[in-house]
């Protein structure tokens, strides 16, 4: 008899993995390589979807583990000054290089194995060519300032939850544990917008998502909740006093009134 379908009720289990972008200067020979063809492209760039542990002896983000086990397909929606802007890539490294002068939407669609019985996810990168600023704002360095800041990272960690799995998908992803991200940095911090603060730790080379983040992570929500609660205190003591405020204006009103 054939595999039954089963699904494993009432259990889920995620995979992390990290999606963004790392953008270079091109140097004065591969500017010359596109001088005929693309003579306005200032950058090289790469968008990738990859799990999210980095391999020690690797210079990039993420990418130690194999992910093409639970995914079959990744398609980047690239912005239509490209050729052929719906790629399409079906095995691993699931990553478009390009060469290109400027920043926009990239929209990307994960899908899983047919194994998984999942509906393909779709969301959006931004893709980063400009040095961050502390201030968030954007902000166009001349290109040989840019150059010698090294190269751009934007990327974000996500973690794909599979519920109610199938039985044979959940034994696929149990054969394949993911390495675990490392405990504490060892190299820069990947930067978000969500944590300005964070730019100095970014700078010095490619950076590596940490356990400790997730734990920097979940203190500065927990910060910002006990700000919010304070602030909330602080609005309904106002409050309490304007109400009697207006009660013994009322009742002037109604003494003036007689
Ligand atoms: C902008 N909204 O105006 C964006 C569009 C387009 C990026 C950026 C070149 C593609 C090519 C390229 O970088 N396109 O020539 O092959 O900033």
Do not use: C
């Not at 980095?54 to 912005?79: C, E, N, Y």
């Not at 290089?97 to 999942?118: K, L, Y």
């Not at 602030?231 to 009322?250: A, D, G, S």
């Amino acid at each position: 008899m054939a595999t039954e379908r089963v699904r494993v009720r009432g259990l889920n289990i995620y995979r992390p993995i990290i999606y963004g972008n790392t953008a270079t200067v091109l140097n004065p020979k591969q500017r010359e390589a596109l001088a005929a063809t693309a003579p306005d492209h200032t950058h090289t760039w790469t968008v990738a979807v990859r799990g999210a542990a980095s391999a020690p002896d690797q210079d990039i983000v993420g990418g130690a583990d194999d992910i093409s086990h639970f995914i079959k397909r990744v398609t980047f929606k690239l912005h239509d000054t490209y050729p052929n802007p719906s790629r399409n890539i079906d095995k691993p490294p699931f990553e478009v290089t390009e060469t290109g002068w400027g920043e926009f939407e990239i929209q990307i669609r994960i899908t899983f194995v047919p194994d998984a019985g999942e509906k393909p996810i779709t969301f959006y990168h931004h893709l980063k060519l400009h040095p961050w600023t502390a201030t968030g704002e954007p902000e166009i360095p001349p290109i040989d300032v840019a150059a010698k800041l090294g190269p751009v990272h934007s990327w974000q960690y996500d973690e794909l939850v599979f519920n109610d799995p199938f039985q044979t998908f959940l034994n696929t992803l149990m054969a394949h544990p993911p390495t675990p991200l490392v405990r504490s940095r060892r190299k820069p911090v990947p930067f978000h917008l969500a944590h300005m603060g964070g730019l100095e730790a970014s700078k010095g080379g490619t950076p590596e998502f940490t356990q400790q983040m997730e734990k920097e992570e979940a203190e500065r929500l927990e910060e910002a909740r006990k700000a919010i609660v304070a602030e909330e205190e602080r609005w309904r003591m106002k409050l309490i006093e304007r109400e009697k405020e207006l009660e013994q204006l009322q009742k002037l009103v109604a003494e003036r009134a007689q």
